[in-house]
């Protein structure tokens, strides 16, 4: 599909920034406003992803030999030329394309929207476009545009559409490969003009001729400069109340997170999110992969997801001919007949109030005078006692979803937990979900949270102790003992200038109602300057080639080339993959106080700040980012970080935080080396 997480991503911080992304760019909406803009996605939960286009002709082999890797990205992984790839649209002829049949297999899985590529990255386009001959109308023996009578059909079944577009690489359109890959001398070209002479035009059709346009699901941010990225902004106007992903780049965070292949244990606290997943390997058709998983997985996946207050956007990948693989519809059909049953505790449901449950999942609604807890069961207790610890709450009813008549179930309180008795067997052995509702809103046995910028201070810092639960005070300690009914209670930040080991707790008049939860904050002296005599701009950068499933020695390796960089990037990196860099030098440290240093990357890192390593994000990965913290003095410090990357791209990003500095990619002007 996109593997936009496993491409170069310099300045990735710069996502966390920017304006909001309102349905009219350059404005600012009210909580409310983005609210009501938000509304039907927030209660949609699952919707249907399609990646189709010529790629789906070679399905994953290239002159007779599978190629690794995901089928969209055949043209990259195999270098294909451009001359030879486009060959391959002379026999996308998707003549059993039932665009009816694909929004009513949607709507029987339970899906409420559609999001389809109109472009994917090897630039074809699956509408009849102007700005390039590149598509399904001009390029095949098909000749027609598959966009508007999926448009109807969705209109037909009450299904919203949105659309991909891949913004910032596009391989067959002179000026979109010089961003994540480039092979062919007829992809040269530049790639602003490429934004400006085809994807805004590109863009104005696909927002312009296909009626209600939902989601914009751009992809990816790579090379997007705040100046190209402000080339396509503006064209959401024309479909006011869009709604669009983080991946436009520019600096513009959009509406939407988009975690790929996985789903985040945490899910995105604050943010509306999205996990986007195949139901195989591939995106995109391939026809060697028959991973497939299985439907309880899929389902599974499904109230995890709701349960962390996501949603869950499945992937199809059709044939060249038009058809959804039937392994696809076996297992839409089958997530679509659990939701028929239990769809009420998936749909405009929120976040489960639990950080973690034995036997399953849940998730919540609000409703007059209190809160329903629909309590996803994988693990049916065989004692028929289904134990929800940690609640204060009063119960009121409960029952099983699946019963039509809501035969009530006994619910008994055991200390802070409440207890409901459930039949022997499980109504569903995949999941089944137990409603029960409860008196006012979740009064959850969770301890408070004890926060502060650092772990270690230099002069002073500042604690706070605070919990989200009604009608609770927190009490603490500071020197780890646990906080008792004498003990302080707190009203504001705790000011401390010595070590302390903070613990605090919640009670309600003496009683505790929660754990204790701890914390250790250290006084600690900076590390001292460096004296450098002599300085000049830039890292000594050193690149290797070799294959490591781990940060190698570099010290006993020869590198491929050497030079000195502005800033950390891969400009001078002689290979795409399978490569090693060191970079090395001195840092200028502006102020004396604690910094935070951060690397995300794609394989592995580490940093070492002032001789110590502070950072170690080794291993092979995706993008993941790692934080550590030391105490500095102001002045010059050395810093070493080492990356490598193994396969599928490369990404490297090292950012500070610190006194007067929020979150940033550290600036080229504070690296320094000994001439």
């Known amino acids: 599909m996109k593997r936009w997480t496993a491409l170069i991503l310099i300045g990735l911080t710069a996502l966390q920034c920017g304006q909001k992304s309102g349905s009219e760019p350059g404005t600012k909406e009210s909580v409310k406003q983005k609210d009501e803009r938000m509304a039907w996605w927030r209660e949609a939960r699952f919707g249907m992803f399609i990646h189709w286009g010529v790629y789906s002709v070679p399905a994953g082999v290239y002159r007779g030999k599978e190629i690794p890797g995901i089928g969209e990205w055949i043209m990259n992984s195999a270098k294909i030329p451009m001359a030879e790839y486009q ?52 390029a095949t023996p098909y ?312 772990s270690a201070f230099v002069d002073s810092t500042d604690v706070t102790l605070q919990s989200p639960r009604e009608k609770v005070e927190v009490r603490y300690t500071l020197d780890g003992s646990d906080p008792g009914a004498s003990s302080p209670v707190s009203s504001g930040p705790i000011r401390l200038k010595q070590t302390a080991a903070v613990s605090a707790r919640c009670f309600r008049g003496e009683k505790p109602v929660s754990g204790t939860v701890r914390a250790a904050f250290t006084r600690v002296e900076p590390i001292a300057e460096e004296k450098v005599p002599q300085k000049e701009a830039g890292l000594r950068w050193s690149a290797f080639e070799g294959e490591w499933n781990l940060i190698p020695d570099f010290s006993r390796l020869r590198p491929v080339k050497r030079g000195i960089a502005e800033t950390i990037d891969f400009t001078h990196v002689p290979r795409e993959e399978r490569f090693g860099l060191v970079f090395e030098g001195f840092v200028h440290v502006p102020k004396t106080g604690m910094y935070a240093f951060y690397t995300a990357s794609d394989d592995g890192s580490r940093l070492w700040v002032g001789g110590r390593q502070v950072v170690l994000n080794d291993g092979l990965h995706a993008i993941e980012e790692k934080r550590g913290e030391i105490a500095l003095a102001e002045g010059l410090h050395s810093i070493r970080v080492e990356y490598f990357q193994k396969m599928g791209g490369a990404g490297l990003v090292v950012s500070w935080q610190g006194p007067g500095i929020v979150k940033q990619a550290i600036p080229g002007a504070n690296f320094h080396h000994r001439p």
């Open 87 to 138: 060959k391959y649209a002379r026999r996308f002829n998707p003549v059993k394309y039932d665009p009816d049949a694909w929004a009513a297999l949607a709507k029987e899985a339970g899906m409420k929207y559609i999001v389809i590529t109109s472009k994917h990255h090897d630039g074809f386009a699956m509408f009849g476009t102007q700005a390039s001959k590149w598509n399904i109308v001009d």
């Open 143 to 454: 000749g027609r545009d598959v966009l508007k009578p999926l448009s109807e059909a969705c209109q037909k079944h009450g299904l919203r559409l949105g659309f991909y577009y891949s913004q910032a690489q596009d391989w067959n359109n002179p000026g979109g490969a010089a961003s994540g890959g480039h092979w062919d001398k007829a992809q040269d070209g530049d790639m602003t003009e490429y934004i400006r002479s085809v994807a805004v035009p590109q863009v104005r059709e696909i927002l312009s001729n296909y009626g209600k346009i939902s989601v914009l699901w751009w992809d990816t941010p790579v090379d997007m400069t705040k100046e190209r990225a402000d080339m396509l902004l503006p064209l959401l106007s024309l479909q006011p109340g869009i709604i669009q992903n983080n991946r436009l780049g520019g600096g513009y965070e959009g509406d939407t997170e988009t975690p790929e292949q996985f789903i985040p244990a945490t899910g995105f606290p604050g943010r509306d999110w999205e996990t986007c997943m195949t139901m195989n390997d591939t995106w995109g058709f391939k026809s060697t992969d028959r991973n497939w998983k299985s439907p309880e997985t899929l389902i599974r996946n499904l109230v995890d997801i709701a349960s962390k207050g996501g949603n869950y956007l499945l992937n199809v990948g059709p044939t060249p001919e038009g058809l959804i693989p039937e392994a696809s519809v076996e297992r839409l059909k089958a997530i679509g007949d659990w939701m028929k049953v239990n769809g009420e505790a998936i749909y405009a449901t929120q976040a489960s109030p639990f950080k973690s449950l034995t036997w399953g999942r849940c998730t919540l609604k609000p409703v007059p005078g209190g809160t329903r807890l629909f309590l996803h069961v994988f693990d049916w207790p065989k004692d028929g006692k289904l134990k929800l610890a940690g609640i204060f709450n009063d119960p009121k009813k409960a029952y099983l979803l699946s019963d039509p008549g809501q035969a009530p179930l006994p619910v008994e309180r055991n200390e802070d937990a409440l207890v409901v008795s459930i039949p022997a067997q499980a109504p569903d052995a995949v999941a089944s979900v137990v409603v029960l509702d409860v008196k006012g809103r979740p009064d959850i046995a969770d301890p408070p949270e004890i926060s502060a910028e650092f």
